[in-house]
Nanobody, 116 residues
């Protein structure tokens, strides 16, 4: 089992920035992929950015150049720096881990609202 705790969601104006954090605990050794998804009202959950065990980073096309995923291995924490936020970035952001056994673990979600 992997436990995930997210933080950093907030209300921000268009063009603003936020940094989300996700701290993992538990069976850290089993983590294969770790990253962020988001879900807007009435829409399906979608990938934002993720790290693979080998260090490969994937970004959704709609965040390339605006969002940056990073990690602190010593703290078992992944960050999502979000710049140039748009109203369409409004969503609940979820931290995700996929284990080497193919299991998915999710955090509780953190709300990001972009509005003037």
């Amino acid at each position: 089992q992997v436990q995930l705790v997210e933080s950093g969601g907030d209300l921000v104006q268009p063009g603003g920035s936020l940094r989300l954090s996700c701290a993992a605990s538990g069976s850290i050794f089993s983590i294969n992929v770790m990253g962020w998804y988001r879900q807007a009202p009435g829409k399906q959950r979608e990938l934002v950015a993720q790290f693979t065990r080998g260090g490969i980073i994937r970004y959704a096309d709609y965040v390339k150049g605006r969002f940056t995923i990073s990690r602190d291995n010593a703290k078992n924490t992944v960050y999502l720096q979000m710049n140039s936020l748009k109203s369409e970035d409004t969503a609940v952001y979820y931290c995700n881990v996929r284990s080497t056994y193919g299991e998915d673990f999710w955090g509780q979600g953190t709300q990001v609202t972009v509005s003037s």
